[in-house]
């Protein structure tokens, strides 16, 4: 069974950069699928962040694509994401998650992590 | 960018009902769509793929459907385990969006 488990950092302050790690265990990244990240404000929705396979081909959201960079340890069976110049609106909880596919789309996030809390203040 | 809108935003309910949330795309996404549950303080769960299927485990009370851009998730009779929150999410051309929930609660 898939399990994924996000870590990093839980405060970080304003005009820093936000760093996580997704260590994934019962799948090997190498294999296939997309990997991504999600993130949810305190008591907001979800919002999609990025996504990238084991060759390294990313997909940014294009709200956030200036500041953020997805990467991939195959490795150690892992992806990061990184988001610079962090304000308070950065504030949420990060999830990592498997992008699962169905009729040769990448549609849908069928695996998450439990998700980190990254609280942006000084 | 496609915008996803639910409705309706609350929904209260009971124990047994039939229960019914709408999901709908500012352009089509064909079947591409999904369904998922969130409680508080836990990940979400994916309940539905490509409109209509049935992640494996999900209960068969749960059913989607819809294509283009009107999507529905019935729940087709309300027991304890799904008080929850319901989002709605699309795929088209490498771009993933939610809808901004749908909040089901215990009449």
């Known amino acids: 069974q898939v399990q994924l488990q996000e870590s990093g950092p839980g405060l970080v302050k304003p005009s820093e950069t936000l760093s996580l790690t997704c260590a994934v265990s019962?799948?090997?990244?190498?294999?296939?699928?997309?990997w991504g990240w999600i993130r949810q404000s305190p008591g907001k929705g979800l919002e999609w962040i990025a996504n990238?396979?084991?060759?390294?081909?990313?997909h940014y959201n294009p709200s956030l694509k200036s500041r953020v960079t997805i990467s991939v340890d195959t490795s150690k069976n892992q992806f990061s994401l990184k988001l610079s110049s962090v304000t308070a609106a950065d504030t949420a909880v990060y999830y990592c998650?498997?992008?699962?596919?169905?009729?040769?789309?990448?549609?849908?996030?069928?695996?998450w992590g439990q998700g980190t809390l990254v609280t942006v203040s000084s | 960018d496609i915008q996803m809108t639910q409705s309706p935003p609350t929904l209260s309910a009971s124990v047994g009902d039939r229960v019914t949330i709408t999901c709908r795309a500012s352009?089509?996404?064909?079947?591409?769509l999904a369904w998922y549950q969130q409680k508080p303080g836990r990940a979400p769960k994916l309940l539905i793929y490509?409109?209509?299927s049935l992640e494996s485990g999900v209960p068969s009370r749960f059913s989607g459907s819809g294509s283009g851009t009107e999507f529905t998730l019935t729940i087709s009779s309300l027991q304890p385990d799904d008080f929850a929150t319901y989002y709605c999410?699309?795929?088209?051309?490498?771009?993933?969006?939610f809808g901004q929930g749908t909040k089901v609660e215990i009449k």
């Open positions: 998650a498997r992008v699962s596919d169905t009729s040769g789309y990448y549609s849908h996030f069928d695996n």
């Open positions: 019962g799948y090997s990244i190498s294999s296939g699928y997309f």
């Open positions: 990238i396979y084991h060759s390294g081909r990313t």
């Open positions: 352009q089509s996404i064909s079947s591409l």
């Open positions: 490509k409109a209509s």
């Open positions: 999410q699309q795929y088209n051309t490498y771009s993933w969006t």
